[in-house]
């Protein structure tokens, strides 16, 4: 089993830049396809960005494509997500994901494992 732990929100203003970080433990990285969801108040969580498991593949919501970047590091067992331009409406909690299987990547009941969440507030 493995263990999710999300860094790197906090506050900015709109048109600047974030760094989301999400380490994982306890299980074989490389293993796992890494997803990032986010949920702003009184909405479903909803997809962000997706990683396959080498890395060699990468999956963006519309309303992300490019302005974030999804990227991972299997020797550090980190998945990141670099947020460039960005918007009041990206206001949300952040999660990383983790898949063991070959679901829709989209889908948050496609992942088995979750991190706490880290805070996104963009002001206007």
């Known amino acids: 089993q493995v263990q999710l732990v999300e860094s790197g929100g906090g506050l900015v203003q709109a048109g600047g830049s974030l760094r989301l970080s999400c380490a994982a433990s306890g299980g074989t990285f490389s293993n796992y396809a890494m997803g990032w969801f986010r949920q702003a108040p009184g909405k479903e969580r909803e997809f962000v960005a997706a990683?396959?498991?080498?890395?060699?593949?990468?999956y963006y919501a519309d309303s992300v494509k490019g302005r974030f970047t999804i990227s991972r590091d299997n020797a550090e067992n980190t998945v990141y997500l670099q947020m460039n331009s960005l918007k009041p409406e990206d206001t949300a909690v952040y999660y990383c994901?983790?898949?063991?299987?070959?679901?829709?990547?989209?889908?948050?009941?496609?992942?088995?494992?979750w991190g706490q969440g880290t805070q996104v507030t963009v002001s206007s």
């Open positions: 990683i396959s498991r080498s890395g060699g593949r990468t």
């Open positions: 994901a983790a898949d063991p299987g070959y679901g829709s990547y989209y889908l948050p009941r496609t992942y088995d494992y």
